[in-house]
Every structure is written in structure tokens, then in C-alpha cells.
């Protein structure tokens, strides 16, 4: 089983940047360095490079193990819907009481990840022996930003400070 792309996507950069940032789900939100928004730059490589890099890997595998069964992980929705999550240890910053993901961010972060799955989702072929698996029913309720009593899947997630 694999679970592939979401280093391509630069995904830790893009959360990292979400959880300092005041708004990265805004439309002209652009991440330092970067030469457009994080909407657009997430986008594009998902559009882009990640359909054709899936298919490559799967090609590479397929080449050394010709009759090997490849099962494709999507990925697990971070965020409870309507959720805001908070980065423990942090100096509060406006509109949401501290480093983390206010609810739109969340929803954007949570858009994109959507994206991705239906990317990755799209590149099986269970005549060449290539499935894929949605594991997001199996996370489901243990999202970050659920309930208290809820079992989070997801280690605490922790920025880096200055």
C-alpha cells in the first residue's frame, strides 16, 4: 500500500503556513517565496504534476514487480468540518486566540486535501492491478477540531516558534 504525492504538494510547508498565517485561505494569500497565491500553487500541482508523477511511480513499480497488487491511500480529512483548530504554546494573534487554523482555513486546507484524493482516486486501473482506498470514512470523527471525547488519529501539531 501506498500514500504518495503529499511531500510534491509541499503539503507541511502549506500547514505551517496556515497555522502562522492570518488568513491562508484567502485568495491572494501568497506564502513567502512563492510566486503566486497558496490556492493557486496547490492547485496547479494537483492539475499538474501529480496525476502524471502517479502514474510515473505506478509505471516504476509496475516495471520491477510486474504482477504486484499496488493499492493507492488517499488521505484522511484533517479537520472536522466547521472546526478551527489552535497550535498549543502560542502567543494569541487576532481572530482566533492564538497560532492554528481558524474555520476557513480548515475548510480551505480541507478543499485541497479533497483535490488531492480525487486525484490520486482517479489513477486506478484494476486491470493493470492498481486500486485505490479513500481511508477518510475511516478517520471520520477523528479529525482534529473534534470533540473532546473524540480519539484524535493525528499527532498534536506543533509550529516551530521563534
Keep these: 500500500m501506498l500514500t504518495i ?3 510534491d504538494l509541499k503539503w507541511t510547508d502549506a500547514l505551517i503556513a496556515c497555522a502562522a498565517a492570518s488568513n491562508c485561505a484567502s485568495p491572494g494569500f501568497v506564502r513567502q ?4 497565491p497558496l490556492r493557486d500553487m496547490i492547485t496547479d500541482r494537483i ?3 501529480e496525476e502524471t508523477d502517479t502514474a510515473r511511480v505506478i509505471q516504476e513499480i509496475r516495471s ?3 504482477n504486484a497488487v499496488i493499492l493507492l491511500a488517499g488521505y484522511p480529512q484533517v479537520f472536522t468540518t466547521g472546526s478551527q483548530h489552535q497550535v498549543p504554546n502560542y502567543q ?13 482555513e480548515a475548510a480551505f486546507l480541507t478543499e485541497m486535501a479533497g483535490k488531492l484524493v480525487i486525484t490520486i482516486g ?11 482506498v479513500d481511508v477518510r470514512g475511516d478517520w471520520a ?4 477540531g473534534g470533540p473532546l471525547l473524540s480519539e484524535s488519529y493525528f499527532n498534536s501539531l506543533w509550529v516551530s516558534g521563534e
Aim: proline letters at 7%.
Design 5 to 7: 504525492r503529499g511531500s
Design 33 to 36: 517565496g512563492d510566486p503566486k
Design 47 to 49: 492539475n499538474g504534476s
Design 64 to 66: 520491477k514487480a510486474a
Design 92 to 104: 494569541p494573534l487576532p481572530d482566533i486566540g492564538g497560532v492554528g487554523f481558524s474555520a476557513d
Design 122 to 132: 482517479s489513477t486506478f486501473d484494476l486491470a493493470v492491478k492498481t486500486n485505490y
Design 141 to 144: 470523527d477523528h479529525e482534529l
